[in-house]
């Protein structure tokens, strides 16, 4: 029972906590809506396409969310009637400070305060809370699930997709060997990279990690199309020696330019390809060539430009 009307500092929180009520209600509704939504996919999804790892990140910051939902609900009747009527029972604040503390805040860091005080500081918590899960915990979870999903989705056909291209890029590599009759060792050392990182995608998908699956199976797809312009490259240097010796060597030297403008220092990957090139071209003009090795070489001194460029933008 009140004696005396509203003080003007009251009516001014009444105004204040009038729009802020009006958010915390339909924050609090919203939040209440979706979560049933997200609960039924993360049970869908956590048994058969997550990783142990991610499933027990969902589910923290899932039950981080139902209990603030939840206190923010059970808050409710106390700032409403607050809000009317500038009113806070002791039992109500003690509650509301149990249950809106920040992480490794303690009850009795909570400074003593008067009654208009303690009505502005359950409002700002609970608008604190209920904005967080909004705004950013909330919209977190609809993101991990919804790329686990679509993760999940791209994982089988991109695994199928690495092994068939590794399959085709395999038997391409033994087709020019045989017609050529000359052993690809640059290409085999990829060939047998690819051999390893297949038996890792497998294990990535066992351990249904969808995205690493998915970038393991674009790893391997580099990898093979590294391994076919390795061979390809090098029948071409065996084919016509001087001519890729001559456009290689002048890569290698607008390589050096660019460096030069760009004020960098020559890196080593970059001497390392002319000293490779070099063999390569004195290995294939001597008079039994060993092939083998000047496509090795020939092979070594790209690796070497890719390198080197890389450094240029890196």
């Known amino acids: 029972m009140r004696f005396f009307g509203l003080s003007r500092e009251e009516k001014e929180f009444q105004r204040q906590a009038q729009e802020q009520w009006s958010e915390i209600l339909e924050s609090v509704t919203e939040c209440q809506k979706k979560l049933p939504d997200i609960e039924l996919r993360f049970k869908q999804w956590s048994s058969s396409n997550m990783t142990s790892q991610d499933v027990q990140e969902v589910s923290r910051v899932l039950d981080d969310v139902k209990v603030i939902i939840e206190n923010c609900s059970q808050a409710l009747p106390a700032l409403e009637r607050v809000k009317d009527e500038v009113e806070l029972p002791v039992e109500d604040f003690r509650r509301i400070k149990r249950d809106f503390l920040y992480e490794g805040e303690l009850p009795e860091d909570i400074p003593s305060m008067d009654k208009i005080e303690a009505a502005y500081w359950v409002y700002e918590r ?17 993101k991990a699930l919804t790329e686990v999903r679509d993760w999940a989705a791209r994982s089988d056909p991109a695994i199928e997709e690495a092994a068939t291209r590794a399959r085709e890029v395999k038997a391409r590599i033994e087709e020019l060997e045989r017609a050529h009759e000359v052993h690809l060792i640059h290409s085999r050392m990829l060939l047998n990279e690819l051999a390893t990182e297949l038996e890792k995608l497998e294990s990535s998908r066992e351990d249904r990690y969808h995205k690493g699956t998915v970038e393991a199976a674009q790893a391997i797809l580099n990898l093979a199309d590294a391994g076919l312009r390795a061979a390809e ?16 060597r002048a890569a290698l030297d607008r390589l050096r330019s660019e ?12 001497r390392e390809g002319e000293d490779k090139l070099a063999a390569a071209r004195g290995i294939a003009m001597s008079a039994s060539p060993s092939w083998e090795e000047a496509i090795l070489n020939y092979n070594q001194a790209a690796d070497a430009y890719d390198a080197a460029m890389s450094r240029l933008y890196s």
Do not use: C
């Open 233 to 248: 490259d090098g029948i071409g240097f065996m084919q016509d020696t001087q001519v890729k010796y001559l456009e290689a």
């Open 259 to 270: 460096f030069r403008r760009a004020n960098l220092p020559e890196p080593f990957d970059l």
């Open 126 to 142: 609970a608008l604190s809370f209920i904005r967080h899960i909004r705004s950013e915990q909330l919209p977190w979870l609809e």
